[in-house]
């Protein structure tokens, strides 16, 4: 064991613990403080396993389905060496390539992947008011499946991106927060910023992702775009609440300079105009025009980009400067700054795949606990 296990170890409650057995992750929102910080604590562990091949195949003989309906490649990556590390067997598809194409419903396919499936992984990340439907839609049909079977397995859901959220990405920024600031996040500015893309409308659920669930740490956190790329309304507030009740602060404001004053982490990235996001779901025919509209609107703000001048406001001119990736290196984030942080954005990836580790294993492994112990 690392110096530091033991101290994680001390750190995973068994009562906690025991309410993950089972769920699923659709939405942070969805999990208390308390068990979003026994998950991270059991990634942790598991990292650690891992840099000394001792993971323990705790699920062996599992069938892992991972299904993607818009493109990836760390997500999807993260879920298939997530599984093998755990000993399971992972399957990854091309969410077109299934039946719900030919209009099979969300609460079928939950069925029949959970007859044969032990875990499955969702993204679902294109049209607002539609992925995270598809995904409950999904637990729904497994669930019933296995009820009406008298089957007592559980098959948990990992959301890997929905319109609202996008939850592995924003555990391991969270994860990666917590390791860069050992001292805790309360107190910590991060600016959650759109920047300028020219290569296509990304969701909204990383940013929303982000401000529901980093306010509930205590930090300042600032939420800078636009004007027409808000957020969807139940996230802001869910940020506002959370904000409230952690004593920290939720800010939106329209200034990309304001918002990376003195901030000790920021998160520029790419977001579509929200008008537009909304139109995918009611004109899905129009979904090339949407997008050409989108990449004009993005045009009239190629100034929102972050380089050297905007981190030299930051706290010492040295902030945490963090990405989901991938990024658009020259609109985004210039290539000086992107290749300062190159090595720092590959390591806040890497936590994603210790995160869909953990939520498999807190999910399916009883006694977790003593198994990591004994490892
Ligand atoms: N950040 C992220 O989710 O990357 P992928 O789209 O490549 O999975």
Redesign the pocket.
């Known amino acids: 064991m690392t110096i530091c296990e033991p101290t994680l170890l001390n750190l995973i409650d068994d009562s906690v613990l025991g309410a993950l057995h089972g769920r699923s992750m659709l939405l942070t929102d969805q999990w208390r403080r308390e068990e979003i910080e026994t998950l991270c604590s059991v990634a942790a562990m598991l990292e650690g396993l891992d840099r000394r091949g001792k993971v323990p195949p705790l699920l062996r003989g599992e069938l892992h389905y991972g299904l993607f309906f818009d493109?990836?490649?760390?997500?999807?990556s993260s879920w298939a060496g997530a599984s093998v590390r755990l000993g399971a067997t992972p399957m990854v598809v091309d969410g077109s390539s299934t039946q719900v194409a030919h209009g099979e419903t969300a609460e079928e396919t939950g069925a029949m992947l959970g007859m044969n499936a032990h875990a499955l992984g969702i993204r679902h990340d294109l049209i607002l008011g539609e992925g995270n439907r598809f995904m409950r839609g999904v637990k729904e049909g497994i669930e019933s499946y296995l009820r009406e079977r008298g089957d007592d397995r559980v098959v948990p859901i990992v959301n890997l991106?929905c319109d609202i959220d996008?939850p592995t990405?924003t555990l391991a920024d969270l994860c990666w927060l917590r390791e860069r600031f050992p001292d805790g996040l309360a107190g910590k500015t991060i600016a959650v910023s759109w920047a300028y893309s020219p290569s296509y409308a990304k969701p909204l659920s990383v940013p929303q992702g982000l401000i529901t669930l980093l306010t509930r740490f205590g930090m300042n956190v600032r939420l800078a775009h636009p004007r027409g790329y808000e957020l969807m309304p139940q996230c802001t507030d869910s940020a506002a609440a959370h904000a409230a009740e952690s004593g920290g602060s939720f800010a939106i404001m329209n200034d990309m300079t304001e918002a990376f004053a003195d901030a000790d982490v920021v998160y520029p990235k790419s977001w579509g105009p929200f008008d537009l996001m909304l139109e995918r779901r009611h004109e899905p025919q129009r979904m090339q025009a949407i997008e050409a509209a989108a990449l004009a609107r993005n045009l009239e703000h190629k100034q929102w980009i972050c380089d050297e001048g905007l981190m030299s406001r930051t706290r010492g001119g040295n902030a945490l400067y963090m990405h989901?990736?991938?990024a658009d290196v020259g609109a985004e984030v210039s290539a000086k700054v992107m290749e300062r942080a190159r090595f720092s954005v590959a390591r806040e990836?890497n936590k994603k795949l210790y995160v869909i580790m953990a939520l498999l294993a807190v999910a399916k492994v009883r006694r977790l606990r003593q198994a990591l112990e004994n490892a």
């Not at 493109?71 to 999807?76: A, G, L, Q, Y």
Request: aromatic share 0%; hydrophobic share 15%; with cysteine.
């Open positions: 493109n990836s490649t760390r997500t999807k991106q996008h990405q989901c990736l991938p990836a």
